[in-house]
């Protein structure tokens, strides 16, 4: 079996890898910033390396050890994202992408980035391969891919909107069932929808692929207002109405209220070269899968 140095185990998308990885039998180097977050990943069975992603050190050695090299470690925000905090987090990613680049050398490196590296696109279909124009609050993934992008075995997944019990669709459900969360502009906008363990299992497909960009998302995307009437049928929330764009930015931050009305409509593909399709359902499984923290959405 092979040896997995990750990042962002403690995230949504790198615990779920976290997992997949060691129910194959593979050794994991786990790379976490608060020594606080090892005795959890070590009792999954993970060996937990300590280091700042931004900083060059210890961490970076141990890349020397591993066979594969997946960066799910990306900053992650909580509302309200105001633009400083988004550009201060772009330095830090560029930071850890040329960290993991200089140490690299042929090794396979994954790279979970997002689908908003696109920007706004309305009425348009983006190939999964198209060079990013990214919405402000993907600058972090966009300095991510540019900073790994002369890596020889890079393999770049732009997730979809991901779901599972953290991150910002649990805020959503939480302030539609507590009627403090607002569509946000027409709401005409596609978002493009992946759970937590389909977008793990997208980057393990995307390694039995040659080095490139691909995209994994489910191929039902909905618009905004499907999403959040779909939510509010399933959950017994009452409708909400809309807020314009302006004002969701007084509570979002204007990265935040930006990228939730952001019109994005992948064209993936390259991943069913490798068998991958997704197996969930985001109307079927998005609020089953979400632990909604009670009145945890901005107004």
């Known amino acids: 079996m092979a040896v997995h140095l990750l990042t962002g185990a403690t995230g949504l998308v790198g615990g779920r890898l976290l997992r997949d990885l ?10 976490v910033r608060d020594v606080a977050d090892g005795p959890a990943i070590a009792a999954l069975g993970a060996e937990v390396v300590v280091g700042d992603l ?30 400083p905090a988004v550009r201060r987090a772009a330095r830090r990613a560029a930071a850890a992408a040329r960290a993991i680049a200089g140490a690299a050398g042929d090794r396979p490196v994954v790279l979970a980035s997002s689908a908003l590296v ?20 993907a600058g972090p993934a966009a300095a991510a891919e540019a900073a790994l992008a002369g890596t020889p075995g890079l393999r770049i997944v732009r997730l979809g909107w991901v779901y599972g019990p953290t991150g910002m669709l649990p805020a ?7 009627s403090r969360y607002r569509i946000i ?9 992946i759970a937590a363990e389909d977008a793990a299992s997208a980057m393990l497909a995307a390694l039995s692929l ?21 939510i509010c049928a399933q959950t017994g ?36 070269r490798a068998g991958w399709h997704p197996a969930r359902d985001w109307r079927r499984d998005l609020v089953s899968s979400v632990r909604p923290p009670a009145g945890s959405a901005p107004a």
């Open 54 to 83: 931004a900083a060059p050190g210890a961490w970076t050695a141990r890349i020397a050890d591993a066979d594969v090299v997946w960066h799910a470690g990306l900053p992650r925000f909580a509302p309200p994202v105001r633009g």
């Open 118 to 137: 696109h920007g706004d696109r309305p009425g348009e279909d983006v190939a999964e391969d198209d060079p990013p124009r990214p919405a402000a609050l």
């Open 172 to 178: 959503v459900v939480g302030g539609l069932m507590t």
């Open 185 to 193: 502009g027409d709401g005409a906008n596609p978002m493009p929808l």
């Open 237 to 272: 929330a009452l409708r909400p109405d809309s807020i314009p764009p302006r004002l969701a930015s007084l509570s979002f931050g204007g990265p935040l209220a930006a990228a939730m009305r952001a019109s994005v409509r992948l064209r993936p593909g390259g991943l069913a």
């Open 210 to 230: 040659p080095p490139g960009t691909y995209a994994a998302a489910e191929a039902d995307v909905p618009t905004q207002r499907e999403l959040v009437h779909a």
């Open 22 to 31: 060691l129910a194959g039998g593979h050794t994991v180097l786990a790379v």
